[in-house]
């Protein structure tokens, strides 16, 4: 069942229920009010007939001839088809309307109705009915309030099951669209565009998709991207492999330690490539196992500064580790933070100039330590700071390669501190040059 359907049942079961009831409701409530009305006025038939016995019998001090009161046109002429009894002061049938009982002692039997026929104080007799229609003389007023009760209640009922199917309607119709829509674009159409989203949760749903697709695009472009830098950064080193090779089986070059160098190095090029994707991979699957420990962060920026010291020296840049404060211990693992640093100093090597300065240091930030990895090199262009950390992005690709980068050092740095419960983030600094702040929760106590 469609939700329109479902919508328009719901609406109508409701509204025609809460119809009922105030139908139902109403009209008890009319009745009684109306009886109450008429006893507490004495407007009732039978009180009105009882006046005019009453008004009878005080001028004629006898109720011989009363048969006509009962049979005269006037205002209870409705009731004239009942049976009337007049009953004296002694029980005895003074008149009947059906000619029986006159006579007669009487006694009252359960259906019947009566009346005392009265004039002030003074005390004539009874009026009796035999008839049940005059329990209820405000029927005819009633059948007519229900009437109008029903009608009206026919009347807003159609009204509101018509509104209720403009309204599923208007609710429906945008699911409907984007019903169709995620169909499309699970068979593959992209571009999709989509209706004006409302203000309403079929809104946030619609603007939710939007998103979904948005990002599943990008998601299809980085895959499609680092796919095609895969297989440029796998072709480079297996063409200098086949080139060597070719050369060294054709004899053009002497099988020499020096001539197999270049092919030793390219392979060296696509083991640490496949290692690395193998990181990103097992890190994406949550499947990346850590060997934690306690860590010392004083210990491991002086261990990781030592190795990267010779290559900043050759490159007459200066590496420094600022006075940190006592930093609390990581529950971490060694390995993955030296290579999160190792990734960050390297890569600030390469993009810092020669006679630059690199800066290594630590604080303490709440329950988490902060390490920071900062430069005097350009910068990052700010179009480029959201993209610094993905897969195979570099600010200069061609002297990425050539110092032997592969672009992923960030990506893999990035995914070993959020493997750690931690994050890795990029700025710039205020005085010129890159930063990259490492935040690791420290060892509970």
Do not use: C
Request: zero cysteines; aromatic letters at 4%; glycine letters at 8%.
């Amino acid at each position: 069942m469609r939700l329109a359907t479902k919508i328009l049942l719901a609406f109508a079961l409701l509204l025609l229920s809460t119809l009922a009831a105030v139908v139902f409701f109403t009209g008890r409530t009319a009745g009684r009010e109306m009886r109450g009305a008429l006893l507490q006025n004495e407007m009732l038939p039978n009180h009105m007939l009882a006046r005019e016995l009453a008004a009878y019998f005080s001028a004629n001090q006898s109720w011989n001839g009363a048969e006509i009161v009962l049979s005269a046109p006037g205002p209870i002429q409705q009731m004239r088809n009942a049976r009337w009894l007049v009953v004296d002061l002694d029980g005895r049938v003074a008149v009947d309307s059906a000619g029986e009982l006159t006579g007669e002692p009487f006694e009252m039997p359960p259906e019947a109705v009566s009346v005392p026929i009265r004039q002030g104080e003074r005390m004539f007799g009874q009026l009796v009915s035999m008839s049940g229609s005059a329990r209820n003389p405000e029927e005819p007023l009633l059948s007519a309030v229900n009437r109008v009760l029903w009608g009206t209640a026919a009347t807003a009922g159609i009204a509101g099951l018509a509104i209720a199917l403009v309204l599923s309607r208007s609710l429906t119709s945008p699911l409907r669209q984007l019903t169709a829509a995620v169909r499309r674009f699970a068979r593959g159409e992209r571009g999709l565009s989509l209706p004006a989203p409302s203000g309403d949760e079929v809104g946030d749903l619609t603007r939710s998709f939007q998103g979904m697709m948005s990002e599943i695009e990008r998601q299809e472009i980085l895959r499609k991207e680092m796919t095609a830098d895969i297989a440029h950064e796998l072709r480079t080193p297996l063409s200098v492999i086949r080139a060597n090779l070719d050369a060294l089986s054709d004899g053009v070059y002497p099988l020499t330690t020096e001539n197999l160098t270049p092919i030793r190095e390219s392979a060296e090029l696509l083991d640490r490539l496949v290692e690395e994707l193998r990181t990103l991979e097992l890190a994406d699957a949550g499947r990346l196992e850590l060997e934690k420990s306690e860590v010392d962060p004083a210990r491991l920026m002086r261990r990781v500064a030592a190795r990267f010291t010779p290559r900043a020296e050759a490159r007459a840049q200066k590496l420094e580790i600022l006075p940190a404060e006592e930093l609390p211990p990581l529950a971490a693992d060694l390995q993955r933070l030296e290579q999160i640093l190792g990734n960050l100093l390297d890569n600030a090597l390469r993009h810092t100039p020669g006679g630059g300065t690199i800066r290594l240091g630590g604080v303490t930030n709440g329950t988490a330590v902060s390490i920071f990895v900062e430069d005097t090199g350009p910068g990052i262009p700010p179009d480029a700071l959201a993209r610094v950390f993905e897969r195979f992005y570099r600010l200069d690709s061609g002297r990425a390669r050539d110092e032997g980068g592969s672009g992923l050092g960030l990506a893999i740095a990035r995914k070993l501190a959020e493997a750690h419960g931690g994050t890795l983030t990029a700025e710039n600094r205020v005085e010129g040059g890159a930063r990259f702040v490492l935040k690791i929760p420290a060892k509970p106590e």
